[in-house]
């Protein structure tokens, strides 16, 4: 009997691994699909731009990891156990970069923002605030998608 435990132990940690595999590989494939129409060959039209690839490996990640990938030294001004929030200061802009230890409080974060409105950059588990002018490069340098607050102010 002692000896059906290792194998049972063994067999679990391959499925462990495989889902593992499963789920790192995922995202990856689905950034690499192709978006020609199979009929015309064509590009068809998209209606975002895909994210950047590094995001699928990055994301969820580090304020210092964010920070790193869009070129700057980032200073930690909030260290809380919802939230980690950096400063971006660069020549082409300054911008915040705030990571969350579960999705819930990204959306607790983003209802709240909700009432000054704006226009943030989103991926899991983290926001950058940047000008609009700097949202596309840092778009094109971490991934994620944008998500516009302005349409959920509140009303009177």
């Known amino acids: 009997m002692s000896q059906q435990h290792p194998q049972r132990s063994s067999s679990r940690r391959g499925v462990a691994?495989?889902?593992?595999?499963?789920?790192?590989?995922?995202?990856?494939?689905?950034?690499?699909?192709?978006?020609?129409?199979?009929?015309?060959?064509?590009?068809?039209?998209?209606e975002s731009m895909p994210p950047a690839p590094v995001a699928a490996v990055v994301a969820p990640a580090k304020v210092e990891v964010i920070a790193k990938l869009t070129g700057c030294e980032?200073?930690?001004?909030?260290?809380a156990e919802e939230l980690r929030e950096g400063v971006c200061h660069t020549p082409?802009?300054?911008?915040?970069?705030?990571?969350?230890?579960?999705?819930r409080y990204k959306r607790i974060w983003?209802?709240?923002?909700?009432?000054?409105?704006?226009r943030y950059l989103v991926g899991n588990k983290?926001?950058?605030?940047?000008?609009?002018?700097?949202?596309?490069?840092?778009?094109?340098?971490?991934?994620?998608?944008?998500?516009?607050?302005?349409?959920?102010s509140t009303q009177s």
């Open 17 to 46: 691994l495989a889902a593992l595999l499963t789920a790192l590989a995922l995202p990856l494939a689905t950034a690499c699909t192709s978006d020609t129409s199979p009929d015309t060959g064509k590009k068809k039209p998209s």
């Open 74 to 79: 980032v200073t930690i001004r909030t260290n």
């Open 92 to 103: 082409d802009g300054d911008y915040l970069i705030t990571t969350f230890p579960q999705e």
């Open 110 to 118: 983003l209802d709240s923002a909700a009432v000054y409105g704006g």
């Open 126 to 152: 983290w926001v950058i605030t940047a000008p609009p002018k700097l949202q596309e490069s840092l778009r094109q340098k971490v991934g994620g998608s944008f998500e516009d607050l302005n349409d959920h």
